[in-house]
């Protein structure tokens, strides 16, 4: 509840609000059926889809007639047309943009390999800034208007401050506005689980598991993400497994990741990590890790070897499922998620690892909650977090259209 | 984001919530400060305070002049004069009733000791209403309107059915409404949430513990409960500390409730715990453990012997604090709570758990978060959850006055 009341200047922000929304949500319609649906009048309506067309967020797409009485009306549909956002990402082993547009279709994407352990943020900051300002360019090349920016960073984040990302190496670094629009950087595994929500598996209540160097969760409710107090929820990496278990790199002992980490199933290969792996994506990828990323070569390695039923790598699989199925146990009781999706490097794992982790949360579970939440897998692959970092910024846009005109 | 626009009608209502969360937030105020406050107009303002004295939630309370220019004006207040709520509650050892006007003063409490541990819950329901109907008579003997009732259950809810209170050895009770009156069930642990919220400690963002026969865990963000996709989120007591260690009732293994529940610390007295302790509320209570609620007598014995220094009971309470300290990190990764609230019967004990938990806390999480969130003892005491479920009553009042109106 805001403090102000309602006063007629803000009614008007606010219905533009809702009458996009209403499109956003069940697709075109006439103007009278929006003021049904909406409970404005059919004057009201028609001067706010007039603001709607001038800020470039809907169109006029021609004729329809779906049961209504008398003639048919003109269509008013979400436009693609015009309104887009960009989407950034710093991983542990790429740089990523990607141009997203008002309908939530990826316009653009591009990829840059590096390796970003313990490296010196000025120096990434820079390429990534260039990388914006390429994609950026070639968007408003082809007719579209970027409106602002989100990055997704591998770490914790605070306002503007990437306050600890262990794997870059980084601590307390502020990141500047990479480019000359609204700009926000969230963590990587949040804007993951929003990429899942409005460019995956599209369901509105789970808990999407980031498997990385780093394992985070972005847990959705009802479409939008829980964040906690500080924006620090969701750290399923360093949930305690085995309290007097293997020292982990955050200072705990017996964290997830040290079980499940993809350092650790990779280890498995006898190979030191993904660090140096770099490369383009790799287009033999048998279970279709590679996408907008690249270096999924050592996953796909590790996929080669399990599906050849190597056995150190069956059971690398099987003691990260296991501690998976503990730590998400903690996390359904603490967080109660609808749905568990399993996402990065767990995508391409998921035979391996379904198994184990079903199975512990089934034993561990079904008492309590009869039917334990259902696992699936991820259906956006290595994109989600950039995708759902240009999507944030079309949810912003959507949320409140008055923004556009100035209003 | 409703799905409709704002239509006039419906302003009305809201502005009421609006003017009324003013006076609730920042005390009495005159008609002219609360146009400003508000930005309506002063007619507007004037007509919605008439409306809330005529609902009986504001009352004048004579002439004010603060720093306001020209002649004083009437400050009109929240009034706990004519509407109030009733909070009931079942818990393992007790039910337990208030009544609590709209200012959240106090006005009436009572409790019926008793041994609810695999009881018939039509039995314990009827003692209940009785319990209901008894309360809510002498409150309106005094005057007051009781608008709504609440009840806290030691189980998970779904709706208006008690999914599973193992403790009471319940499973899927439709709870009916125990009064004539607009009515609802919810966690014990939410509902203490709230307790400690708006009578206890009154921070705005903590996860609150409560360690009682079974432990649960309510987590306030911004003030209000996180309740996750199916309203069972913050079962603290089943997160999992050793994932081989011994069997719990719930079905799992070595859950934080095996090493830190007040069976497992009772059981140090070589007691069977403290059903059939029954008895009123133990007045020689050295820690201040007993209030509304009764039979902690055991609980003080406990505190007793930590006192005497009896190693028995000293390695019970460490081990329990230890097993805390691992499922609160577990518990802070996942939720990122501003502060950690130890209620229930850990309040007592909190002498002796502080140690163990604050060492846990911070050697797990200090490099990831800087400082863990700090740790205190609850405000409330054992009345938290009855008065939490009375406090929940008053805030959807306070949140839509429109509906004592008729709008």
């Avoid at 498997?211 to 990496?237: K, M, N, P, Q």
């Avoid at 989600?384 to 209003?407: M, W």
Wanted: some cysteine.
């Amino acid at each position: 509840m805001s403090s102000r009341g309602v006063r007629h200047d803000s009614m008007r922000a606010r219905n533009l609000a809702v009458v996009l929304a209403t499109i956003h949500r069940s697709g075109p319609h006439t103007r009278a059926e929006l003021a049904e649906r909406t409970g404005l009048t059919k004057t009201t309506v028609s001067s706010l889809v007039a603001d709607l067309i001038e800020a470039g967020v809907v169109s006029e797409s021609g004729a329809v007639q779906k049961g209504e009485r008398g003639r048919p009306g003109v269509a008013v549909s979400l436009s693609g047309r015009r309104v887009a956002a960009l989407g950034l990402e710093i991983n542990i082993d790429y740089l990523a943009a990607c141009v997203v547009d008002l309908t939530r279709t990826v316009r653009l994407r591009r990829t840059r390999p590096a390796d970003n352990r313990n490296s010196d943020p000025a120096a990434i900051l820079d390429g990534l800034r260039v990388l914006a300002k390429e994609i950026t360019a070639e968007a408003e090349a082809g007719g579209l208007r970027v409106i602002g920016a989100a990055l997704a960073v591998p770490g914790t984040v605070e306002g503007e401050v990437l306050r600890s990302a262990p794997h870059l190496g980084w601590r307390d670094v502020r990141v500047p506005d990479l480019v000359d629009l609204p700009f926000e950087i969230d963590n990587e595994a949040n804007l993951a689980a929003l990429g899942e929500l409005w460019f995956g598996s599209r369901e509105s209540d789970f808990l999407y598991v980031s498997g990385e160097i780093g394992i985070g969760a972005g847990l959705v409710v009802d479409g939008a993400v829980f964040r906690g107090t500080y924006g620090l929820a969701g750290e399923l990496g360093h949930v305690v497994v085995v309290p007097d278990g293997p020292a982990c790199r955050c200072g705990g002992r017996g964290c997830l990741e040290v079980y499940a980490g993809q350092d650790t199933l990779l280890g498995a290969l006898g190979s030191a990590g993904s660090a140096g792996s770099g490369g383009s994506a790799d287009a033999a990828d048998p279970a279709g890790a590679a996408g907008l990323v690249g270096s999924t070569g050592s996953v796909g390695e590790l996929v080669a070897r399990l599906e050849a039923g190597d056995p150190e790598a069956v059971r690398t699989c099987e003691r990260a499922g296991h501690a998976l199925g503990v730590a998400l146990t903690s996390a359904v009781h603490l967080l109660d998620p609808g749905l568990i999706v399993l996402g990065g490097i767990y995508a391409p794992l998921y035979r391996w690892l379904e198994g184990p982790v079903s199975e512990g949360l089934g034993a561990r579970l079904a008492q309590m909650r009869g039917t334990p939440p259902a696992l699936v897998v991820s259906g956006t692959g290595p994109d989600a977090a950039v995708l759902g970092a240009a999507g944030s910024v079309i949810q912003r846009i959507i949320a409140d259209p008055a923004q556009l005109l100035g209003l």
